[in-house]
């Protein structure tokens, strides 16, 4: 099985294709703004280093979010737009689990920045169940979830949280990949953006009209 894996939910973008543990070919590289530009054209790069056609993937994994509002949008219409013209199976993948497979802990707290004393979040177990859904909320919240539990944060971001630093989470591809090679498979039409939070412009709009 052939995996191409697509996210664009952070600045940095990172396509990768895995096949039986091994990365045949990836690209992450940090493009604040520019995902719309160049997503499609790293896609297009990997499948050429990896010397493979388009129809040669057997299943694609996709980021959903939460994240970047407008990157989360670019990565699952690309990814859409692919599983459909190649009829090629296609699943979700969580930002913010994916920030914490790969780590170890009796408790992980994935967090990403989402401005002004507000994150999203998740509180795993060692095998990365959900003990704290994902939501968004404040800095008060991630205080409390830090105090009770003692998690090992990871964040796609390096954090600073009452003047401790938490570094940069680095994805772990294959392991990313392992773990949701067998997720369900969603009908390419249902496949949607998990922003957990609109921009509050947009919420602003949504409220006049109600």
Known sequence: MIYLFIDTTFKDVSIALV??????????????????????????????EANLKPDMVNKILVVNGPGSFTGVRIGVTIAKTYAYLLKKDISIVSSLKMLAIGSNGEYILSLID???????????????????KEEFNNIDKVREIIDRYHPKVVSNQELVIDNRVYEKKELDIIKIVNYYKDAP????????????KLPQAMEEINDKRN
């Open 114 to 132: 989402a401005k002004h004393d507000n994150y999203y979040l998740a509180l795993y177990d060692s095998n990365y169940n959900e003990v704290i």
């Open 19 to 48: 096949k039986d543990n091994v990365i045949l070919a990836s690209i992450n590289k940090c493009i604040p703004n520019e995902h719309s530009i160049y997503t499609v054209s790293f896609i297009d790069d990997v499948l050429k």
């Open 185 to 196: 498979l969603v009908n390419v039409h249902l496949v949607n953006p998990n922003y957990l």
